[in-house]
């Protein structure tokens, strides 16, 4: 499989786990949501483990954090009505820009 598809696997896992943990503090899905997130933790990190052969570390990183910190931002405004915020979108904006840069490069 392409390294980079492989890395975009990772981190759409990677937005997994916070996502877990948000939902294991309403008490009906405290062990669903752990699982959830211990699961989507350990697949992540070995998908990004399978994707640094190819690709080099720092890039690897960072396109994963990204995809992560972007992908929670997202999941947080549509599913648990956080406030979106001119600022915040600017914000993941920069991470988005600087995720495509580094695949650029």
């Known amino acids: 499989m392409n390294a980079w598809a492989v890395l975009i696997l990772a981190g759409c896992c990677e937005?997994?786990?916070?996502?877990?943990?948000?939902?294991?503090?309403?008490?009906?899905?405290?062990?669903?949501g752990?699982?959830?997130?211990?699961i989507c933790m350990a697949v992540s990190g070995f998908l990004l483990f399978l994707a640094q052969k190819s690709i080099p570390m720092g890039t690897a990183y960072a396109v994963?954090?990204?995809?992560?910190?972007?992908?929670?931002?997202?999941?947080?405004?549509?599913?648990?009505?956080?406030?979106?915020?001119?600022?915040r979108v600017a914000a993941v904006a920069l991470i988005v820009t600087g995720v495509i840069m580094l695949k650029m490069a």
């Open 15 to 32: 937005i997994g786990w916070p996502l877990g943990l948000k939902l294991a503090q309403a008490g009906s899905w405290r062990v669903s």
């Open 34 to 38: 752990t699982l959830m997130a211990v």
């Open 64 to 87: 994963w954090t990204g995809i992560g910190a972007a992908g929670a931002f997202i999941s947080g405004v549509l599913l648990f009505g956080e406030p979106l915020q001119l600022m």
